[in-house]
């Protein structure tokens, strides 16, 4: 079964709107890290957001937020006020504390593309 | 200062050449991570090292693979007998330490291997 699961390949969104990106994980643990990164087209991982598993607010940094739904097992990315400059991918991982040192498991990615 | 860089940048080989990958970690980070990406998709784990032990090599697709970081600090990823299949972008990723789930994870911008 996928760890992680990202259901949309690609998503519009029109510059200046916000936009919600999904991903729902497996998990039997308690303990866990769910992280979001950005991949332009020059293929670096951007980290962009981080939310822990204990943590009971939903984790925010600048224009993205992350809506974690616990009991659902979802970790949705919120982007708001989209700038042409977000067209990328954008891949959820999870990390589970009994696995190599701690590594990342990803989804398999979101293409956003902007339109102006 | 300097992130994690990786050459080369990319890499065309043709099928049964032997390939070498090289990564340099942030200055510092004890735990270092191999990933391969394939084409459209999110990127998988392939190995592990704290310092100069290779802790975990569970994600390494057969034996052409080999990698190693003998003075825990560069790292090599060693393909030989080079495959069709083996095509991908080879992240390389490096952290402070493996103790926190939150512990970022910086990435290379990545080796794109094509195999002909």
Redesign the interface.
């Known amino acids: 079964a996928q760890k992680i699961t990202q259901t949309q390949p690609g998503m519009f969104v029109q510059e200046k709107e916000a936009v919600t990106l999904d991903c729902t994980y497996d998990t039997s643990d308690q303990s866990y890290g769910l992280f979001w990164y950005k991949q332009p087209s020059s293929g670096e991982m951007i980290f962009l957001i981080y939310q822990g598993s204990y943590d009971e607010q939903n984790a925010t940094e600048g224009r993205y937020s992350l809506n974690f739904q616990k009991a659902r097992k979802s970790a949705n990315l919120v982007i708001s006020a989209s700038q042409l400059g977000d067209s990328a991918m954008y891949f959820c991982a999870m990390r589970e504390p009994y696995n190599a040192g701690n590594m990342l498991t990803f989804g398999g990615g979101t293409r956003l593309m902007v339109k102006p | 200062g300097a992130g994690v860089s990786q050459s080369p940048r990319y890499k065309v080989a043709k099928r049964g050449q032997d390939v070498a990958l090289r990564c340099d970690p942030i200055s510092g980070h004890v ?1 270092l ?1 191999w ?1 391969q990406q394939a084409l ?6 392939l190995t ?1 090292f ?1 310092n100069e032990a290779q ?2 090599k ?1 994600g390494l697709p057969s034996d052409r693979f080999f990698a190693e970081r003998p003075e825990g600090s560069v790292s090599t990823l060693k393909i030989q007998r080079t495959q069709q299949e083996d095509s991908a ?1 080879y ?1 390389c ?1 490096s952290s402070l330490d ?1 103790s ?11 080796t ?1 291997l094509t195999v002909l």
């Open positions: 735990s991570f990933y459209g998709q999110g990127p998988e784990f592990y704290q802790l975990d569970s972008v992240l990723a493996t926190s789930l939150y512990n970022e994870q910086f990435f290379g911008p990545g794109r």
